[in-house]
């Protein structure tokens, strides 16, 4: 359990790090949204963070998040030490707990952390003494990913309220999905989770057919088949998954006119999306996601930091 600060105003957050979408109230998702449109697009904000070190320990490949919180954290004049998984002592066997009470004792003023663990950043923050944030732990959760896809979702309808997002793909494997489920849902939004039997979560609500859950959506999240993470292959293989849960023009078009596509990436053009339609200006938001990962980075670090 994440310690409790004082009661949350537009400034401030219920926790002092953030872990998972469960510790954030609707308040606390506001006020980091709130912070990351003020963000968006400034290229030389006020540099709140000076002085300040972060340490970047990403376990796991990464591109997007790993870059987007090294530039937020820069952006708002902090340094950066990055750690990944090459060069580091994970390589000569340290187990994860070791390696985090060895980096919690250098104090750091943040720690940002990735890893396959499940409960990785949890595990971080009881050795830490500075905030935590959670880059994504195994298949547990990826709480900056939901609240910059939320920014994406609230910037183009306005709202999150009463939106229907249908979410389709490797749901079992996917934090994201968890992340975005937990969000939208405290948000007012109607989720669906949909994608092969195999591939859906025991504890959550979801469904094999992918017709019915895109029909009258306001928004499509497609996710990759995280491979990496399963234990036995799939049964299908890459061209008949494609053709069954991949997101064509065609199955697209059961959902609203105007409804719009979203992927956290990295994409499988042809896998679980038509490469043309992820690159579709008109329909998809995926780059949005991406510019709005860092200004929802920044927010996140300078509401816990500043
Ligand atoms: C996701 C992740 O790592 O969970 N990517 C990301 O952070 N943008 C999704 C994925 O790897 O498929």
Known sequence: MAAVLKPASARTLTHTHILGINDLTPHDITAILDRAEFFAGQRHPRKSLQDKIILNLFLENSTRTRVSFEMAALRLGAQVINIGADGSSVKKGECLDDTLRTLACMGADALVIRAGDNGAAQAASLLFKCPVLNGGDGTNEHPTQALLDALTLRSHFGRLENLTVTICGDIRHSRVARSNFLLLTKMGADV?????????????????????????????????????????????????????????????SLAKPDAVILHPGPINRGVEIDGALADDPKRSLILKQVENGLATRMACLDLLLA
Request: hydrophobic share 45%; net charge negative; no cysteine.
């Open 192 to 252: 669906r989770l949909t994608g092969p039997q195999e591939l859906l979560p025991a504890d959550l609500p979801a469904t094999p057919d992918m017709a019915a859950a895109l029909r009258n959506a306001d928004a499509v999240m497609m996710l990759r088949l995280q491979k990496e993470r399963m234990e036995r292959t799939l049964h299908l293989n890459e061209a008949d998954y494609f053709q069954r849960f991949g997101l064509t023009a065609e199955k697209l």
